[in-house]
Nanobody, 120 residues
Framework: QVQLVESGGGLVQAGGSLRLSCAASGSIFSIKTIGWYRQAPGKQRELVAAITRGGSTNYADSVKGRFSISRDNAKNTVYLQIGSLKIEDTAVYYC??????????????WGQGTQVTVSS
């Protein structure tokens, strides 16, 4: 079974920075797209950033210029560098991957999430 494990969340002051990591494991042929979503209490889960195997990226308008996503294909790992943190960035951040397995089929996987809390 494919697993996505996030790490790097925590408590940080507004204006600070944080780096999240997500490592995928299992019998994976390739990861087509991998990225981050976030969900705050009482709000819908939203896309934060995503990156394709070839390196094309997409960002939510609210994080452009502050967040940077990257990936290491050899390690099946994606990173999210978060800077200039704002109170409204507080949320559980979830790793998401669209994966091609050895059977050639495509699947969608989610991590358990990591909490990011920004204080004033």
């Amino acid at each position: 079974q494919v697993q996505l494990v996030e790490s790097g969340g925590g408590l940080v002051q507004a204006g600070g920075s944080l780096r999240l990591s997500c490592a995928a494991s299992g019998s994976i042929f390739s990861i087509k797209t991998i990225g981050w979503y976030r969900q705050a209490p009482g709000k819908q889960r939203e896309l934060v950033a995503a990156i394709t195997r070839g390196g094309s990226t997409n960002y939510a308008d609210s994080v452009k210029g502050r967040f940077s996503i990257s990936r290491d294909n050899a390690k099946n790992t994606v990173y999210l560098q978060i800077g200039s943190l704002k109170i409204e960035d507080t949320a559980v951040y979830y790793c998401n991957a669209k994966v091609v397995l050895e059977d050639s089929n495509e699947y969608d996987y989610w991590g358990q999430g990591t909490q990011v809390t920004v204080s004033s």
